[in-house]
């Protein structure tokens, strides 16, 4: 039976520890870090994931979670500027986002524009049940401001 690894220390762990934000972190064994919580907590981990961290949202959450909601990160990544110039959107590439144009979310993954107004922008994701939730919405611009959605 091999022996369980030491538990790696890295920076993601250092600013959820700051953010007083609970894990269970199973990246040493070949597991993944989980953050259990719904969707509540995207805006408190939008910090993390500037820097960085790819993490994924799961409603049914994993055996270190017990099932519960949870955001999940496979790794250990590199940290980067908390404000790199691929996050930037400037102001001429809102003013030409049109409806039918293609939008990234870290957690929802591709999307179209399927409406947009001067407050919000609702987006329907490829991986969303459609009849369920059609689309969902966002701030706008806050959304693109915040890295929460990219213009493809």
């Known amino acids: 039976m091999a022996a369980a690894q030491a538990p790696r220390r890295d920076w993601v762990l250092d600013v959820l520890d700051d953010e007083g934000i609970d894990y269970v972190d199973r990246r040493a064994d070949g597991g993944c ?15 993390v994931m500037k820097r960085g961290a790819g993490f994924r949202y799961s409603k049914m959450g ?3 979670t017990h099932g519960r909601p949870a955001w999940w990160l496979k790794g250990y ?13 400037s102001k001429a590439e809102l003013d030409a986002l049109d409806v ?32 369920k939730r059609p689309f969902r919405q966002f701030g706008f611009p806050g959304a693109f401001y915040q890295g929460l959605l990219r213009i493809v």
């Not at 870090?33 to 910090?47: D, F, I, Y």
Request: hydrophobic content about 35%; some cysteine; overall charge negative.
């Open 100 to 131: 039918g144009d293609a939008v990234f979310h870290k957690a929802f993954g591709y999307g179209e524009v399927v409406d947009l107004s001067d407050k919000y922008v609702m987006v329907s994701f490829e991986n969303d049940n459609h009849k």
């Open 77 to 89: 990544p590199e940290e980067r500027d908390a404000k790199p110039e691929s996050l930037l959107v």
């Open 33 to 47: 870090l989980w953050v259990p919580g719904g969707s509540n907590l995207e805006r408190r981990l939008c910090t």
């Open 62 to 64: 994993g055996r270190a």
